[in-house]
């Protein structure tokens, strides 16, 4: 039986590891692991190298420090917000040629930015 709720999400990390670790702004440590999951991906709590992405809070620790060790590619909550929507292509890719998309991001990594500053 299939959960209703999950029925119009897009099943967009198969195949992807992802590791969650540190405090996300807006999302719980839990709601980022159920938002992987619902989307067929593996939420795992400890980094290798078959890990696909760490997505990186404040305070990550160690398990950061293990995905830059281990050249994995990191993301803070902007970053992973766009991979679950679809905008950053899993694993390595680039942003897909929808011209919609290269604004979204273009429009999370300006947002990351002036956070900074």
Do not use: C, H, W
Request: glycine fraction near 12%; proline fraction near 3%; charge should be negative.
């Amino acid at each position: 039986m299939v959960d209703e709720r999950d029925a119009g999400i897009q099943r967009n990390l198969e195949g992807l590891t992802i590791v969650v670790t540190g405090s996300l702004p807006t999302l719980s440590r839990d709601e980022a692991k159920e938002a992987i999951i619902i989307r067929g991906g593996k939420a795992a709590g400890s980094v290798s190298k078959n890990t696909s992405y760490v997505v990186a809070g404040e305070n990550a620790g160690s398990k950061l420090d293990k995905a830059e060790q281990l050249g994995i590619r990191v993301l803070d909550e902007d970053g992973f917000k766009a991979l679950l929507d679809g905008v950053l292509e899993p694993a390595g890719g680039t942003a897909p040629d929808d011209e919609d998309a290269a604004v979204a991001l273009a429009g999370a990594a300006a947002a990351e930015v002036d956070a900074a500053e």
